[in-house]
């Protein structure tokens, strides 16, 4: 079965701060998807970022990055200079390859906080 | 582009009641889903349609819930009758091929 862990429930950091959120995944397939969401107060997902299993290249978008390492089957995402505007919660999910669909798996989600 | 349309944004209802809830998925996007979030989790799959047909419902509580698509673009979910525990967000979601789900706002349901 798949799984995916985000141990940390909540994080809180100062603005211009460095954030890490971690993901642990665990899946029997080969052939996977990781992606990372971002949810607002507004309530929708914002899609950020998708990455197949078969791609290890760490992955650069602004001030955010992302780490895939298939050794740990971890996926952790890492927001640069951080902004107020980032506060959310952010939810990693894994997905089988299955082609033209996708059946997300969320972690819990890890609500962060921004402060000025 | 409008992005997923979801209706109401939040409903509030005594339990027992029947309850629905409506998608309206982007243009041209054949597969649908249907996502609950509980209070502090991470959304969890009900049910996903490709065009009409529902090809994963197996989390979805059939004794209680419901769900359609006709002419595989809408999407109604209905709840009857409602309990207390079904209090959460539905989320409901449309992708094409290979490309990433793209969510709507939620409906907020309230059973009281």
């Known amino acids: 079965a798949q799984k995916v862990t985000q141990a940390q429930t909540e994080i809180s950091v100062v603005e211009k701060e460095d954030v890490t959120l971690d993901c642990v995944y665990e899946t029997r397939d080969t052939t996977y998807y990781l992606f990372w969401y971002k949810q607002p107060p507004s309530g929708e997902l914002v899609f950020l970022i998708r990455r197949n299993s078969f791609d290890e290249q760490n992955e650069i978008s602004g001030r955010y990055s992302w780490n895939f390492q298939k050794s740990t089957s971890s996926f952790n995402f890492t927001i640069t200079a951080s902004q107020v505007v980032d506060s959310a919660v952010y939810f990693c999910?894994?997905?089988?390859?299955?082609?033209?669909?996708?059946?997300?798996?969320f972690g819990q989600g890890t609500r962060l906080t921004i402060n000025p | 582009e409008a992005g997923v349309v979801q209706s109401p944004r939040y409903k509030i209802i005594e339990k027992k009641q029947p309850v629905a809830f409506w998608c309206n998925p982007i243009?041209?996007?054949?597969?649908l889903y249907w996502y609950l979030q509980n209070l502090g989790q991470g959304p969890e799959l009900l049910i996903r349609?490709?065009?009409?047909?529902?090809?994963?419902d197996s989390q979805l509580p059939k004794d209680r819930f419901s769900a359609e698509r006709l002419k595989g673009v809408d999407s109604t979910l209905k709840i009857q009758p409602a309990e207390l525990g079904d209090s959460a967000v539905y989320l409901c979601?449309?992708?094409?091929?290979?490309?990433?789900?793209?969510f709507g706002q939620g409906t907020r349901l309230t059973v009281v």
């Open positions: 979601a449309s992708s094409s091929f290979d490309t990433e789900a793209f």
């Open positions: 243009s041209g996007h054949n597969t």
């Open positions: 349609y490709e065009n009409e047909e529902a090809v994963d």
């Open positions: 999910a894994l997905s089988e390859a299955e082609q033209g669909a996708q059946k997300l798996v």
